[in-house]
């Protein structure tokens, strides 16, 4: 059983009017259990919609959601359970943040939920440790946090609700590279702690090499690719026909195996870049 299933999918804002737009057409989408996908596109072309269709926030124009094997609207009054089931974490937010306290903010999903006086607090302590704070913040306004702790703070009050399926767009944006890697690295570890699902949405294909198993690649509202890093990257020019650069590294692989070296085209990390050169330079054979 997947964690999520579009089959058929298509969403059109403002449908029968001028300002009709298709963001999705006819998608069919696989996203499988324990593990972290990345779902990468330009700007426009359907990932937000997605994942807001994921979480139950949009209703397919046509086709249908499958989540856990079941279909989520099946029965439209039973929507809530599938936001609970799959959290979304919106782009940039902090600006969400609205309660007098970091420890109130992180409670409130889990309170919604009905949870006890207890479960909520072993929650939030849980939530607050898997985005790398201490519990010296929870009694804090989270407006007299940094930046980087308010996307901390924001994304804690998700995965406080224990969510199976944890969808976050563009969870590093904004950020400088250290708090990038910082907030990258603390949700590939809830993931692996957890054994969740996690799909992340990114611009940046080095983010998407460095933290997912697999790759969805959208353009003018479709799926182009899905498969492995190594997969995906390989397809160097569908990627840059959608507008969309690979890694460094893998350019740098695929430009010298232009100029006739015997490297794999496929490396999109700098660590299997660095063995691939050094087996190169060595006269190792290719395996």
Known sequence: MNAAELKGVSYVYSKNTPFMKVAVDNIDITFEKNMITGLIGHTGSGKSTVAQMLNGLLRPSEGDV??????????????????????????????QLF????????????????????????RVREAVRFVGLSDDVLEKSPFDLSGGQKRRVAIAGVMAMRPQNLVLDEPAA??????????????????KETGSTVIMISHSMEDMALYCEKLVVMSH??????GTCAEVFSCADELEEAGLAIPQVTKLMTELSRMGYDVNTSVYTVEDA??????????????
């Open 221 to 226: 509202s479709k799926p182009i690719l899905a």
């Open 174 to 191: 904004g950020l400088d590279p250290r708090g990038r890697d910082e907030i990258l690295s603390k949700i590939h570890d809830y993931q």
């Open 66 to 95: 499958v989540i856990h094997g079941r279909s989520m609207w099946e029965d439209p009054k039973k929507i809530k359970e599938f936001r609970y089931i799959t959290g979304l974490v919106f782009q940039y937010p902090e600006y």
């Open 274 to 287: 660095k063995r691939e050169l050094m087996r190169v330079l060595g006269g190792e054979k290719k395996c």
């Open 99 to 122: 309660e007098e306290t970091v420890y109130k903010d992180i409670a409130f999903g889990p309170k919604n939920m009905g949870l006890s006086d207890e479960e909520i607090d072993a």
